[in-house]
C-alpha cells in the first residue's frame, strides 16, 4: 500500500521567510502533484512533476521530485501572508492509476 | 471553461438517512472520481470512472456506497445508510485521460451526519 507522509504538518512562519514542505512516499513513481486548499473551498492544481529531477517554479513556489530519495519538495521563498492555505501532494505509483494523497502542511504566513 | 459542478454544497441528515451528491465534470473530460475528505486529512479516492465504467472502487465502502455514471457525464454518489462517520467534504474531480493529465476538483459536499 502506498504510504504519503508530508511534514512538517504544521507551520507557522513570519513574512519574508523562507522554508521547505517535504513530501516522502514509499513506492516508486514517477507522478507527483502538489495541491493548494483554502479552507472551505476545493483544491487547486499547483505543480505536477513527472520525471526525476523535475523542478518547477510559479512565483514564490518552488516543487522538486527526487525519484530516487522518493522524495519531493516545496519550497516556499519571501512568505506573504496570501501563501496562508493547506498544501497537499499526491503521488501515482508506477504501476497504477489511484492518486493517494498526503496529509497535508497547514501553513500560516504572520504578518 | 466551465469547472468541475457540484450539488447539493452542503447537507445535514440523520444517521440511518440516505443522501445523494451529484457531479458533473469538466466537458470533454473522460475520467471522473469522487473522493472523501475526513476535516484535518487528505482526500481518499473512492471511485474512479472512465467514461461510464469503474476503473477501480477497491476503496469504496460498497455496503453502503454506490456510484453510477450511465452516460459517461455526470455522476452520482449515494450513500444507504449513512453512518456519523461518513461526516466529511465529499469531492469529485475530472480530468482528461487517466495517464499523467492533471485532476481538477469541484467545491465539494460537505456532509454532516447527526
Known amino acids: 500500500e502506498l504510504k504519503v507522509e508530508q511534514n512538517p504538518l504544521f507551520l507557522s512562519m513570519q513574512e519574508g521567510k523562507n522554508y521547505t514542505i517535504y513530501c516522502n512516499y514509499s513506492t516508486t513513481s514517477d507522478r507527483l502533484y502538489w495541491y493548494r486548499q483554502d479552507p472551505g473551498k476545493s483544491l487547486e492544481s499547483l505543480f505536477v512533476?513527472?520525471?526525476?529531477?523535475a523542478v518547477k517554479q510559479e512565483g514564490r513556489l518552488m516543487a522538486s521530485l527526487d525519484t530516487k530519495a522518493r522524495l519531493s519538495t516545496l519550497h516556499i521563498t519571501a512568505a506573504v501572508h496570501d501563501l496562508s492555505a493547506t498544501y497537499f501532494c499526491a503521488v501515482v505509483p508506477w504501476a497504477g492509476n489511484m492518486l493517494t494523497f498526503g496529509g497535508g502542511t497547514r501553513l500560516m504566513v504572520k504578518p | 471553461e466551465a469547472g468541475v459542478a457540484q450539488s447539493p454544497r452542503y447537507k445535514i441528515i440523520e444517521k440511518r438517512q440516505s443522501v445523494a451528491f451529484w457531479c458533473n465534470p469538466i466537458?470533454?473530460?473522460?475520467?471522473l472520481y469522487w473522493y472523501q475528505q475526513i476535516l484535518g486529512q487528505g482526500p481518499k479516492l473512492l471511485i474512479q470512472?472512465?467514461?461510464?465504467?469503474?476503473?477501480?472502487d477497491s476503496q469504496l465502502p460498497k455496503d453502503r456506497f454506490s456510484a453510477e455514471r450511465l452516460k459517461g457525464v455526470d455522476s452520482t454518489l449515494k450513500i444507504q445508510p449513512a453512518k456519523l462517520e461518513d461526516s466529511a467534504v465529499y469531492l469529485c474531480?475530472?480530468?482528461f485521460g487517466t495517464g499523467q493529465e492533471t485532476q481538477y476538483f469541484g467545491p465539494g459536499t460537505r456532509l454532516l451526519v447527526l
Open positions: 512533476l513527472l520525471s526525476n529531477g
Open positions: 470512472f472512465q467514461n461510464n465504467g469503474v476503473v477501480d
Open positions: 466537458s470533454g473530460h473522460a475520467t
Open positions: 474531480a475530472s480530468s
